[in-house]
């Protein structure tokens, strides 16, 4: 029997394993290893020195699932350089001696017709229609977790009990696996809204609010960032993040030029990928009064190196500070952990100063 | 009105275009000096870290450029059709510049044939902005394309003849334009092979559309049109090539997968990968070529 593997991205291996479960069901359908430090070393070693680091864990993702046995591996596409991963990943894991089968699905060229086509050659039972049903129930699926993502995100800093939301989280995604219609959706969603919208919350009104922008692996694979919204929520932080699935494949189309005219005068034109939202959320959030802004990318990510001088120029215009982090497979989780605590710590500074002295304007918006 | 134009990045591509159309519509035209080492420290101070090589000389071109001038082109490129895409710096570099050096005078066109901004009109658009009639700016736009044609055929004809001359050390040099003919990054280069007795052939100078035939079978899924022309010309001339360097400048994204392929898949040829940063010395960079030249020689002389 072929087993199909695909590589990690957050907690989206839930929908997307049920999806494909549903769509061949002759086959076994296997999330790649949980990544390790093994994982990001094996990418490594084998991917060209200074790719972006989301390469390298994917390729780390491929090796480890070609080693417990999987014979189809699924790759997308889309954005900077994420296009033109799988043909290389592909010629990688072919000269490393691995015999399979290597499928891509690229945003660029991907309609329903050739979805079906490609998945038709794989041996799926489904009519294009029975597909396209599929398709709108993970996507509405994908809709359920990004908005419970969310609530979670921005109260997890704040409960009464510990590790509450953490567990209730959990179980929502057990739940989402055996999902087969949208009622069994919407049951499921009813559930946990309750669940976890009751659980017990001591948010102050004026907590600290800090927005995460970048790169979407960055920002939607906690391990690429060092567990970073963790450690924000361990310091009671409220956390906000737009950038998810859902945004990136319907919100974000459907904003359009909207996205462009939200970044104001730092930008005239998109600049790549997610760079432009990583402005215009910035400001916006700016605008909003958070406290501060995060800012991830892969190191070398040149769509969000691209933001960056426009972020610099929000943070000293709204004195917002913000803070740049780069991730790599050096990266040390040491030195994250220092900077981000020294960011409380600042963020917390100007909160007092503010408090003492309000409209003394304590300019502390520059950042490393 | 005189319209300053970096020497860095995309003059490498159509800097004949450009200073052609200015000249036609009676603007005068300043350039900033040839890159320096100089540069590369300015450049750097106003760059992002990680911000490949290139992208910072430009930075530098544009401060040099600062206040000897009343407009700084910068253009702002992101696609030439479906599937013809170019790095997203370019997409950038606009937003960049006007965000790093506020208040100073920029003149740009979009280049987005996707969303119907296309060459014509973003020229057109342009001498609007200075003043000068769409009419005029047509007949300069022509003027423009057609002496920048005529250059780049010249240059294709240059490497055509290299490439048939019998009994020389052929090395084709694959990089983009802003690299190899770029005094501080690509100069060192070109000597050294010179100098071990190698005759460069450029990959950039190649004729573009036989380039773009070649590229679909060297790399099925390449969508940026600038690697697809280089890529394109590797296809083209490998069999006639006595070795191939690949020139990547610290750290190009469409290099860091492109150039991996190309070493993957390159049989038959000796090649050589050259990566190009900002602290490297230039001793290390000519010993490593006069090796590399001194291998290919000693194959020549074995197969004789």
Same mark, same amino acid.
């Given at each position: ?22 769509? *061949?069901? =002759? ?18 070693? =084998? ?25 189809? &591996? ?31 699905? &690229?945003?660029? #060229? ?55 939301? #953490? ?47 970048? #790169? ?10 060092? *567990? ?13 993040? =737009? ?67 426009? &972020? ?17 497979? &050096? ?12 960011? =409380? ?6 909160? #007092? ?16 | ?30 350039? $900033? ?45 992101? $696609?030439? /059709? ?61 003027? /423009? ?51 071990? /007795? ?20 060297? $790399? ?11 890529? /394109? ?46 602290? $490297? ?24």
């Amino acid at each position: 029997m072929e087993i199909i593997s695909f590589p990690h991205l957050g907690p989206y291996h839930v929908p997307i394993a049920r999806l494909l479960r549903r769509i *061949f069901p =002759h086959m076994e359908v296997r999330k790649a290893p949980p990544i390790t430090k093994r994982t990001l070393e094996l990418g490594s070693r =084998h991917s060209p020195d200074f790719v972006c680091a989301p390469f390298k864990y994917n390729l780390g993702n491929f090796i480890e699932a070609l080693e417990g046995g999987a014979t189809i &591996l699924m790759q997308a596409g889309g954005g900077c350089r994420y296009g033109y991963y799988g043909e290389i990943q592909e010629q990688i894991l072919k000269d490393l001696g691995y015999s399979f089968q290597f499928v891509q699905f &690229l945003g660029k #060229e991907a309609t329903l017709a050739s979805l079906h086509r490609a998945c038709r050659e794989l041996g799926t039972p489904l009519t294009g229609s029975r597909l396209l049903g599929e398709l709108a129930l993970t996507l509405r699926m994908l809709w359920v977790m990004d908005t419970m993502e969310a609530y979670v995100r921005e109260n997890i800093g704040f409960e009464t009990t510990p590790h509450s939301f #953490e567990t209730a989280y959990g179980a929502f995604l057990n739940a989402l696996e055996d999902v087969d219609s949208f009622s069994a959706l919407a049951s499921v969603y009813k559930t946990y809204r309750k669940k976890i919208g009751g659980l017990g919350v001591r948010k102050p009104v004026d907590c600290l609010r800090v927005g995460i922008v970048g #790169e979407l692996y960055s920002l939607m694979e906690p391990f690429s960032s060092f *567990f970073i919204e963790k450690t924000l929520a361990k310091n009671n932080i409220m956390v906000s993040r =737009h950038i998810n699935l859902t945004y990136l494949l319907v919100l974000k189309q459907l904003e359009g030029k909207r996205l462009l005219r939200q970044a104001g005068e730092y930008l005239h034109f998109p600049i790549g990928a997610d760079g432009t939202d990583s402005v215009a959320k910035s400001k916006k959030m700016a605008e909003l009064g958070y406290d501060g802004v995060i800012h991830l990318k892969p190191f070398g990510c040149t769509p969000e190196v691209n933001a960056m001088p426009m &972020l610099q120029n929000i943070a000293k215009d709204y004195k917002m500070p913000i803070l740049y982090f780069s991730f790599d497979s &050096l990266t040390s989780e040491t030195g994250i952990k220092t900077r981000l605590e020294a960011f =409380h710590d600042m963020l917390l500074m100007r909160r #007092e100063t503010r408090r003492e002295a309000p409209g003394s304007g304590a300019d502390m918006s520059h950042t490393a | 009105m005189t319209i300053g134009i970096p020497k860095a990045l995309l003059y490498y591509k159509y800097g004949t275009l450009w200073e052609t159309f200015f000249r036609a519509l009676g603007c005068d035209v300043a350039y $900033s000096a040839l890159t320096t080492r100089q540069t590369l420290e300015d450049g750097a101070r106003f760059s992002i870290d990680e911000a490949c090589i290139p992208s910072k000389l430009y930075m530098g071109h544009v401060y040099s450029l600062l206040g000897v001038c009343d407009r700084i082109l910068v253009p702002r490129v992101e $696609s030439f /059709g479906p599937r013809e895409e170019v790095c997203v710096k370019f997409n950038a570099l606009y937003d960049i510049v006007r965000n790093t050096f506020p208040a100073v005078p920029l003149l740009c066109y979009n280049l987005h044939a996707q969303k119907g901004a296309g060459e014509r009109k973003g020229f057109v658009g342009m001498a609007r902005n200075l003043g000068k009639s769409p009419i005029r700016a047509l007949a300069a736009y022509n003027e /423009g394309k057609e002496a920048q044609r005529q250059a780049d055929a010249a240059r294709t004809r240059e490497q055509e003849r290299l490439l048939e001359e019998p009994d020389t050390l052929k090395i084709l040099l694959v990089t983009h334009p802003y690299n190899i003919h770029d005094p501080l990054l690509g100069g060192p280069i070109v000597r050294a092979v010179r100098a071990s /007795g190698g005759t460069p052939v450029f990959a950039d100078a190649l004729d573009k559309a036989a380039c773009a035939e070649k590229a679909p079978g060297l $790399s099925e899924h390449l969508y940026w049109t600038y690697s697809k022309e280089l890529v /394109g010309a590797v296809g083209l001339c490998a069999g006639q090539a006595d070795g191939i360097l690949l020139i990547t400048a610290f750290p190009c994204g469409p290099d860091s997968l492109v150039n991996e392929l190309l070493l993957r898949k390159l049989k038959g040829v000796p090649v050589a990968h050259i990566l190009l940063d900002e602290l $490297s010395g230039e001793a290390g960079l000519v010993t490593r070529i006069e090796s590399f030249l001194d291998i290919i020689k000693e194959k020549k002389r074995h197969t004789a």
